[in-house]
């Protein structure tokens, strides 16, 4: 599949996930095996200190992660493990996730994604992370 049909195809996908939805995830990059997701900042995203919450930072991270999967392995995935570092406080008008398989193999596909702030038109790191994710088949 070439980066066009994987972009509109994780679209779709994207648009059958309820909380995807709610929570206002966009796949605005695609190709196999790496995709980035952007979340547009919202007041009801936020914790009591006014930065994106935690959660909506490790769903950017898993969904882009589990996307990047899908779109090398062919399948639906499933995360087995999934770890976030929170670097930096999650401010910005938007946040990016960018994921990326790292190994591919039968059992487990390995990933790393990175959480990026838009600070007046600049990307800063918020968050990094990482999962194991297994195809279903």
């Not at 195809?9 to 206002?24: E, Y």
């Amino acid at each position: 599949m070439d980066a066009a049909a994987v972009l509109d195809h994780l679209r779709r996908l994207n648009a059958t996930a309820a909380f995807n939805r709610w929570a206002g995830f966009e796949v605005v990059a695609a190709q196999p095996g790496e995709v980035a997701l952007r979340l547009p900042w919202r007041a009801d995203l936020g914790q009591y200190a006014g930065t994106l919450h935690a959660g909506l930072m490790s769903a950017l991270v898993d969904t882009a992660c589990g996307y990047a999967a899908h779109t090398a392995v062919g399948s639906r995935v499933v995360a087995s493990h999934c770890a976030v570092d929170y670097v930096a406080p999650g401010t910005g008008t938007a946040f990016v996730a960018t994921a990326r398989v790292v190994k591919a193999g039968r059992r487990q596909i390995f990933t790393r994604a990175e959480v990026h702030g838009d600070r007046d038109g600049e990307p800063v790191l918020i968050a990094i992370g990482s999962t194991i994710l297994i195809p279903l088949g």
